[in-house]
């Protein structure tokens, strides 16, 4: 059974970090591209960043210099550490896998907020 488990997400005042983790399981981790997405109300999804199997990674415009997206292949997991973050930041954050097949976690709220 595949399962893709987030947490870390919270309530943060601008300027602030978290780190988000998502662990993952039933399927071959390291063969898949791993990835965090965001959703707002109203909004469609919007990818966040990615990092392939081998550790390539990608970032939205949007998040560059402040988060960073990586990947420990020997605990299935992938990280997201979010800096500087701004009130426009908050959202639901997913965990996705994209192989084979893709699969999503069930998402995580972070809230940016004074």
């Known amino acids: 059974q595949v399962q893709l488990v987030e947490s870390g997400g919270g309530l943060v005042q601008p300027g602030g970090s978290l780190r988000l983790s998502c662990v993952a399981s039933?399927?071959?981790?390291?063969?898949?591209?791993m990835s965090w997405y965001r959703q707002g109300p109203g909004k469609q999804r919007e990818l966040v960043a990615a990092v392939t199997g081998g550790g390539h990674t990608s970032y939205a415009d949007s998040v560059k210099a402040r988060f960073t997206i990586s990947r420990d292949n020997a605990k299935n997991t992938v990280y997201l550490q979010m800096n500087n973050l701004k009130p426009e930041d908050t959202d639901v954050y997913y965990c996705?896998?994209?192989?084979?097949?893709?699969?999503w976690g069930q998402g995580t709220q972070v809230t940016v907020s004074s």
């Open positions: 039933g399927f071959t981790f390291s063969s898949y591209a």
């Open positions: 996705g896998a994209n192989g084979l097949y893709t699969y």
